[in-house]
């Protein structure tokens, strides 16, 4: 066989793999910084960064933490634990004002017996609860990593299952699709994108790139008002 065709041919097996996700679309150590705009008005700050990769309940996954400050010192942190699917494993989310807690949130999933035990102190009242785990559930701050992890193309449709914070016990149900492909400038570059639309309890649009990262661009969320994040820094 020539060197030139078994090249071609190596170059071709490489290609199918990376076309059945067969590459690092989430990085440890990457770190991305969003604008939040609630309509058209500036109000705040988002960063989520991935620090490890984790074995919870003997599954390899990813761990995130997010940092949302907005204005009237609001501060809402958390970390996101979520297996290789984009599935929920366990989350932990705080909302302070003026540096004093006014709620938190913890959720753990135990696939194996369908069931989430969901921890919420507010006010320094503390309840816990285990309930149904209902199928492809996830956080809000978790879906841009769920998309990352699905091989996204031209006919991709999914329903999810979000969690609705502080009260854990309540979920939303969305079904996402791919609409089409686009250009986006952001503060961070121009990029060729995913387009993304969901629609159920509420409305949200995504935009990804194409790339090998799949780095969430613009994020818009409709429930009432227009919540958007704006990606403007990526390491």
């Known amino acids: 066989m020539k060197p030139s065709l078994v090249l071609l041919i190596i170059g071709m097996i490489i290609a199918s793999l990376v076309g059945c996700g067969a590459k690092e679309v989430i990085r440890v150590g990457e770190e991305m910084g969003y604008r ?13 960064a991935v620090p490890m990769r984790v074995n919870f309940q003997d599954v390899d996954c990813y761990q995130a933490s997010y ?6 010192d609001i501060t809402q942190e958390g970390s996101i634990v979520f297996d290789q699917d ?3 494993k366990k989350t932990v989310v705080f909302m302070r004002r003026a540096g004093v807690e006014q709620w938190a949130t913890e959720v ?20 816990e609860s285990v309930i149904e785990h209902p199928p492809g559930l996830a956080t809000a701050e978790q879906l841009p990593y769920l998309l990352r992890l699905s091989p996204l193309c031209l006919t991709y449709s999914q329903q999810v299952n979000l969690l609705a914070f502080p009260d854990a016990t309540q979920t939303a149900a969305i079904t996402i699709e791919v609409v089409g492909e686009e250009q986006i400038d952001v503060p961070a570059g121009s990029f060729d994108c995913w387009a993304l639309e969901g629609h159920g309890a509420f409305d949200i649009s995504v935009w990804i790139t194409k790339d090998k990262s799949t780095v969430p661009l613009i994020i818009e969320q409709t429930a009432g008002s227009t919540w958007r994040y704006v ?5």
């Open 86 to 88: 984009g599935m929920l």
């Open 108 to 127: 753990t999933t135990y696939l194996e017996l369908g069931k989430m035990r969901v921890i919420i102190s507010r006010e320094g009242e503390i309840t």
């Open 36 to 48: 939040v705009y609630l309509g058209e008005t500036a109000v705040g700050t988002l960063v989520t």
């Open 231 to 235: 990606l403007e820094s990526y390491r």
């Open 67 to 72: 940092k949302m400050e907005l204005a009237g």
